[in-house]
T-cell receptor
Framework: RKEVEQDPGPFNVPEGATVAFNCTYS??????FFWYRQDCRKEPKLLMS???SGNEDGRFTAQLNRASQYISLLIRDSKLSDSATYLC???????????FGSGTQLTVLP | ETGVTQTPRHLVMGMTNKKSLKCEQH?????MYWYKQSAKKPLELMFV???????ENNSVPSRFSPECPNSSHLFLHLHTLQPEDSALYLC????????????????FGPGTRLLVL
């Protein structure tokens, strides 16, 4: 089982739609979690950090379910500019470095 | 916009060439990282430096040689690369490396897109 698994997509949604991505992680000792977005041919940029049960920032909501070992990212009222690859990132703890998922590709259509 | 810069942005090299990638961070961070990103694969951590000292080498082949002269600069020296080394090489920095409960956010540079012929 991969340490961090994401559905690669692509997710193609119309403008204004609500879309959700899930990410599962294998290490139950993982301590903190992040969502990064990566635009085509650009570097990853931090979108949200998740240290407890969840986090909300405008149209974006991240939730953590430790019992089931997954985190989700919900995007409401999708904009064309939300089109990107969303990377799930996990801190496995025990002084280990961040582990990145392969990413979920989102395309918001006009 | 970004506090982490990388040069060159694009590089084409033959298998017998020697080249170097440069990364500079202007954020006052203490930790710097090299990652490799191949198509359709997750980011792969290559090296970690904390206060100029290498703290992690993720089983990277010796044809990749990192150098960190100070906390603001990081180099990746390349020699006798293989075509499968073609990828996007990303540099990142953070206040401190991955230790403890609260992982400090990593900020990425724009990357060097490398093609090995």
């Amino acid at each position: 089982r991969k340490e961090v698994e994401q559905d690669p997509g692509p997710f193609n949604v119309p403008e204004g739609a609500t879309v959700a991505f899930n990410c599962t992680y294998s290490n139950s000792a993982s301590q903190s979690f992040f969502w990064y977005r990566q635009d085509c041919r650009k570097e990853p940029k931090l979108l949200m950090s998740v240290y407890s049960s969840g986090n909300e920032d405008g149209r974006f909501t991240a939730q953590l379910n430790r019992a089931s070992q997954y985190i989700s990212l919900l995007i409401r009222d999708s904009k064309l500019s939300d089109s990107a690859t969303y990377l799930c990132v996990v801190n496995p703890g025990s002084a280990r470095q961040l582990t990145f998922g392969s990413g979920t590709q989102l395309t918001v259509l006009p | 916009e970004t506090g982490v810069t990388q040069t060159p942005r694009h590089l084409v090299m033959g298998m017998t060439n020697k080249k170097s990638l440069k990364c500079e961070q202007h954020l006052g961070h203490n930790a710097m990282y090299w990652y490799k990103q191949s198509a359709k694969k997750p980011l792969e951590l290559m090296f970690v430096y904390n206060f100029k000292e290498q703290t992690e080498n993720n089983s990277v082949p010796s044809r990749f040689s990192p150098e960190c002269p100070n906390s603001s600069h990081l180099f990746l020296h390349l020699h006798t690369l293989q075509p499968e080394d073609s990828a996007l090489y990303l540099c990142a920095s953070s206040h401190r490396p991955g230790q403890g409960k609260y992982q400090e956010t990593q900020y990425f540079g724009p990357g060097t897109r490398l093609l090995v012929l």
